[in-house]
Nanobody, 119 residues
Framework: QARLVESGGGLVQPGGSLRLSCTAS????????MGWYRQAPGKERDLVAT???????NYVDSVRDRFTVSRDNAWNTMTLQMNDLKPEDTAVYYC?????????????WGQGTQVTVSS
């Protein structure tokens, strides 16, 4: 009964910035680890960044110095600040979260938001 919705994607030039947001809604008791993943056409879905319920973060090496993941537990949101974007960052970005509801505790996925980095 929980769901995740991403927003903030779009078209930017190389070197530009975007801020992605993920909002969880539904019958939520608590949210564990959240993360951002991305998938380019013809490629597998790969981890970008994760953040635990106590704000510990992890990043894939290719974005470590450019992206920042954060979360606001009060509003059940997670953000990804992306700076110095490169063409290779072009992908559909997906939000993921482990959510506890009255029924269970499991992983949920958002539907994705497109990020295109191009001149």
């Amino acid at each position: 009964q929980a769901r995740l919705v991403e927003s903030g994607g779009g078209l930017v030039q190389p070197g530009g910035s975007l801020r992605l947001s993920c909002t969880a809604s539904g019958s939520i008791s608590s949210i564990g680890t959240m993360g951002w993943y991305r998938q380019a056409p013809g490629k597998e879905r790969d981890l970008v960044a994760t953040i635990t319920s106590d704000w510990s973060t992890n990043y894939v090496d290719s974005v470590r110095d450019r992206f920042t993941v954060s979360r606001d537990n009060a509003w059940n949101t997670m953000t990804l600040q992306m700076n110095d974007l490169k063409p290779e960052d072009t992908a559909v970005y997906y939000c993921n979260a482990f959510i506890r509801t009255i029924s269970n505790y499991r992983s949920y996925w958002g539907q994705g938001t497109q990020v295109t980095v191009s001149s």
